[in-house]
């Protein structure tokens, strides 16, 4: 059996949480690849809301097996908060949730780094999450780091400690940062007893024993394409590789075991924290998208910028990521539009392209705008794709024609019920 793998194509918060939650009966195990809890996954369904970070969006489902891959940063105390809210929404958390030895650790001190550093970035701040993400992989790639396999092993304290008076020697570099580590470290260490409960296993074993046996696994990215270490807008990115190659060297699992990829667009475009963003709006349009599309982020609830879909980006995050199928989310917030729009090109120094620059932060782009009818009706009692609109059919079917990918599924609701399966 192969991993299908679920991303999102544009900057994040493309409605992941909801696919996966919808798709999940379909695979036995549904994994976490990379990132941490910089992510805010939103499932909803009977009416609740439920914001997952570091849990895959599978632990709603009974008799799934969820893993935190060795890609992902775990921090013990989000961790520890998010399995009390699914314990309290009534999840049973038995051995259904297993966390990879080579996971990599957030201490309290990565998160110091995190806001010293963006605070001392002053205008240039990336708009990081603050959760401590960009510290933990420079440590693991500087093979500093610390692991969950650690945690158990006898000599745990005087890494931990060592690892930590590296970080005090950092934050020397920034005066202005004032901070009271010993009482986060507390939590912290409360917290990595809730960890230690789980069940740790060697995830790579564990994902090639499970396909052998014929298992199917639904691997779930977090993030977007477009905050790819690698080939986002880089330096106004994440610190992992977001994209379909991630969930390889986030599993342990080798290329020719990637199955469909499922990318995920939203009906348009937003991203949170600063970076270019080719076809952001800043009239009427922009602020009733924010408004219909109630764009706050899902783990720090700053608002999020919007602008219509980015035909030669979505292109861009297909190539890469080898997309077999599209879903597209959030397609009712356009029902009120007069006029929707898409990017179709570029103009850049009085040229037109379809190609993404190689620094998007250093050029002046003019989107060239492909102008459709608003199709003026509530899609809320839309049950199939047959019944949509035309104008919205012809909306996706347009777009298709352009991105050479069909899309499988529509989304017209936060909730669990309201996708339209092709
Ligand atoms: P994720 O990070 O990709 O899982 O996405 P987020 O949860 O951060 O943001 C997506 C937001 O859109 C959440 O509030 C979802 O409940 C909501 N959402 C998902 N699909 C739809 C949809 O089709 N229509 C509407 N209106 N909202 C949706
Ligand atoms: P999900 O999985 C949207 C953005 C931050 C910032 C940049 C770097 O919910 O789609 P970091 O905390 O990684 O140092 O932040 O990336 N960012 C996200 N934006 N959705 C996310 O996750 C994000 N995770 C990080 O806003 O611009
Ligand atoms: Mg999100």
Known sequence: MAVDVL??????DEGKGKIVDFLAPQYQIICR????????HTLKFGGKKHVLHTIPSGIFRPDLINVIGNGVVIDPVTLARELDAVKAAGVVIDQNLLVARKAHL????????????????GKSKIGSTLRGIGPTYMDKTGRNGLRVGDVSSSDFKSKYQALKEKHLGLLQIYPEQ?????????????AL????SLPQIDGEYYINQALAEGKKVLAEGAQGSMLDIDFGTYPF???????????CTGLGISPGQIGEVIGITKAYCTRVGSGPFPSELFDEDGRRLAEIGMEFGATTGRPRRCGWLDVPQLKYTIMINGVTQLVMTKIDVLDSFEQIKIADAYEIDGLK?????FDLCDNE???????????????DSVSSYEELPVLAREYIEDLEQQLGVNFSMISTGPERSKLLVR
Do not use: C
């Open 33 to 40: 690849f990379q990132g941490g809890p910089n992510a805010g």
């Open 7 to 12: 991303l999102g194509l544009q900057w994040g």
């Open 365 to 379: 782009i003019t989107p060239s705008w492909k102008k459709y009818s608003g199709w003026h009706e509530s899609l």
């Open 353 to 357: 392209t379809t190609q993404l620059p």
């Open 193 to 196: 007893e809730q960890l230690r």
């Open 237 to 247: 990115v994440t610190s992992s590789n977001t994209i379909t190659a991630g969930a």
């Open 106 to 121: 957030i201490l309290p001190s990565h998160r110091l780094l995190d806001q010293a550093s963006e605070a001392h970035k």
């Open 178 to 190: 004032e901070f009271d580590l010993e009482k986060e470290e507390a939590v912290w260490m409360e």
